[in-house]
């Protein structure tokens, strides 16, 4: 691939553009696949339960939550599976775009020696969170079983959703990084606006408990609750969604994604005179 | 000869802001109170020169005379503000020691990560494999964790990734002291080699015996101003002649 590669460089012609980066993202396919497979390796390495651990961790919130919440809201029906399925949905929208974040700017020594598109690191941390997820739906699908809800077919459209939240946190995680390469701080802020965030979102509780003047805007303003809503169909309630139940969401995050995209590779070229 | 790096008309301005504004939050109250002033300086100022095919060229100069910028305009990290940079070849940089490595990782797969940063394909780096780990000499050191070798082993490692194929132009920033005398004996017997075919070498060193020892031509850089460009002999007189009338003179 590279020795093909031509190699002239100008200034004068080669910017980093919408499309430029698109193809450097291609050319750099493997530079991306290292990234995400030492994160992986990393992370599920040192420790023999590693693998278990990115099971437990939402198990052991979904145990603690059903505990606190499951009689104040014991009109859902299998409440575990309800939480489960909102923490994994959850933890990928803040895992991936925090990872993002941080990831280029620890990867900022490097930028500033070697050339690389500088939306590999949001992408790795994508792709990373994309095996984290389909483990922690192993985790959720085993907790079925022991609850004995029979699975439908319906559960095999699962990429769907996974691939809109992937679309729609990269959005997000590109716009945040390229905030965090001007101002170091809006990591700390961003902890703050994901917290609020989480708790606006009916991953532990449902949306029954919202008041009836502002159900509407809770929940159609927040396109986590639309992509929630996505999986919750699929996971939890065990059918295929609508149309319209894919649509909205889906188009969010295209737009979420291309703006973050336009953002991102507009800044690209300035950041190392800020890294 | 054949012109293989130019600069044309090139200047690099950072916008520093006069007061340090690190946080978003004090941005945010500054810009409302209308009080972000920035001070401009030009880490390069309108400095042309080409460089050709074969050549060993140097860069000298006090700190903050905008070496360090002139190598990362060449491996086209940054664009400059003003001006014309072209490349005509692949430029391999050494990285320092241990950057773009993963402590957790073994050997094995820092060369598959530093190989990829590189631009090169999986199937190009199992290709690279075998040699570069003969090169660099880690034996069976290769499947522990990069957190358990010395860092001569990192830096033998990161050459050998760097310099498996031979680059159109070789980036040296300072010296790289690579382990022991035989290892860099080896690894300026490599670098000789891929001169000698061709390469051209790009470096910027505060050490006057080395720049005097590789390079054909100089550039002597000052506040980001071109000063002198020349033959290496005559320019470092001059640097070296400079420096101490400087010294006397304060």
């Known amino acids: 691939m590279s020795s093909n590669r031509n190699f002239y460089y100008d200034s004068d012609t080669v910017k980093t553009s919408f499309l430029n980066e698109l193809r450097e993202v291609f050319n750099f396919r493997n530079f ?12 599920y390495k040192r420790s023999v339960l590693g693998v278990i651990w990115t099971m437990l961790n939402p198990l052991g919130m979904m145990i ?4 606190a919440f499951s009689q104040l809201f014991n009109g859902v029906e299998k409440f575990p599976l309800y939480v489960l399925s909102g923490l994994v949905t959850w933890t990928f929208f803040s895992q991936t775009t925090v990872a993002a974040m941080v990831n280029l700017v620890w990867g900022g020594s490097l930028l500033n020696r070697i050339y690389m598109p500088r939306s590999s690191f949001a992408i790795a941390a994508i792709i990373t969170g994309i095996v984290n997820i ?3 739906l192993v985790t959720y699908l085993l907790m079925a079983i022991v609850l004995k809800v029979s699975l439908t077919f319906s559960i095999l459209l699962i990429p769907v959703p996974i691939m809109i939240i992937a679309a729609f946190s990269l959005g997000i995680g590109l716009l945040l990084s390229t905030l965090a390469v001007y101002f170091p701080d809006v990591s700390e802020m961003y902890q703050i606006i994901l917290t609020a965030w989480m708790y606006l979102t009916p991953i532990f509780y449902p949306t029954s408990i919202y008041p009836d003047n502002l159900a509407w805007a809770l929940t159609h303003l927040n396109p986590m609750y639309l ?3 996505l999986f919750r169909a699929i996971l939890y309630e065990m059918r295929i969604p609508t149309w319209s139940e894919i649509v909205l969401p889906l188009g969010i995050a295209i737009f979420v994604l291309v703006i973050g995209w336009v953002v991102f590779t507009r800044k690209a070229d300035e950041f190392s005179y800020r890294i | 000869m054949i012109p293989i790096i130019g600069l044309e008309n090139v200047s690099v301005r950072y916008r520093v802001p006069s007061e340090r504004l690190g946080t978003f939050k004090e941005y945010a109250i500054r810009w409302l ?3 972000v002033h920035k001070r401009e300086f030009w880490a390069l100022d309108n400095v042309s020169f080409t460089v050709n095919k074969g050549e060993v060229f140097g860069v ?5 005379a905008g070496k360090s910028t002139m190598l990362k305009l060449i491996a086209r990290v940054l664009r400059p503000t003003s001006g014309r940079v072209w490349v005509n070849g692949r430029v391999a940089p050494l990285l320092e020691l241990g950057a773009g490595f993963h402590p957790e990782l073994s050997g094995r797969e820092n060369i598959y990560l530093n190989g990829a940063m590189l631009g090169y394909s999986r199937r190009e780096m199992t290709e690279k494999y075998q040699r570069i780990v003969e090169f660099s000499e880690i034996g069976d050191f290769i499947d522990s964790p990069i957190r358990t070798y010395s860092s001569g082993m990192m830096t033998r490692l990161g050459f050998a990734v760097a310099t498996d194929e031979r680059p159109d132009i070789l980036l040296l920033d300072e010296v790289m002291a690579v382990g022991d005398l035989s290892f860099q004996n080896k690894c300026n017997q490599r670098i000789s080699s ?3 075919d061709g390469s051209s070498i790009f470096m910027v060193s505060h050490t006057m015996s080395l720049i005097l020892e590789m390079c054909d031509r100089v550039v002597w850089l000052e506040h980001g101003k071109l000063r002198r460009i020349g033959n290496a002999v005559d320019i470092v007189e001059e640097y070296s002649e400079y420096q101490t009338s400087g010294v006397n003179n304060s």
């Open chain 1, 32 to 43: 991306i696949y290292q990234l995400a497979r030492r994160d992986i390796l990393t992370r």
């Open chain 1, 64 to 67: 603690i939550m059903t505990i």
């Open chain 1, 134 to 136: 389909l483990i922690s």
């Open chain 1, 227 to 229: 992509i929630l809503n």
């Open chain 2, 33 to 35: 109170q209308g009080k």
């Open chain 2, 60 to 64: 000298i100069g006090s700190n903050g």
């Open chain 2, 194 to 196: 891929y001169r000698a």
